[in-house]
């Protein structure tokens, strides 16, 4: 893939998030982004335009994404609604 700006995320992972409950999260360890956005973690450090793609990605199917680097993954998840 020499276009950094392609990514291949598996259709059903949009599935999966469109059905996403406020209580669940996607957590995504770093070896799976860096194929779905694309380039890779490098010196331990995922870089800004794969997360940033990750993040649109997000949005795009009424998510959140954010990156624990601590923990080498990234998170899918919906907000929890307050007030209920």
């Known amino acids: 893939m ?3 700006e392609r990514f291949s995320v ?3 992972i949009e599935e999966i998030l469109d059905r996403l409950l406020p209580e ?15 380039p890779g973690p490098a010196n ?12 649109a990605y997000a949005q795009s199917c009424g998510c959140e994404f954010a990156y624990h680097g601590n923990a080498h993954e ?7 609604a307050s007030g209920n």
């Open 44 to 55: 331990g450090v995922m870089p800004e335009p794969s997360l940033a793609r990750a993040r």
């Open 10 to 12: 598996p259709f059903v």
């Open 2 to 4: 020499s276009d950094p």
């Open 24 to 38: 669940v999260a996607l957590h995504v360890p770093d070896h799976i982004l860096a194929i779905w956005f694309p």
């Open 74 to 80: 990234g998170v899918f998840y919906r907000h929890v």
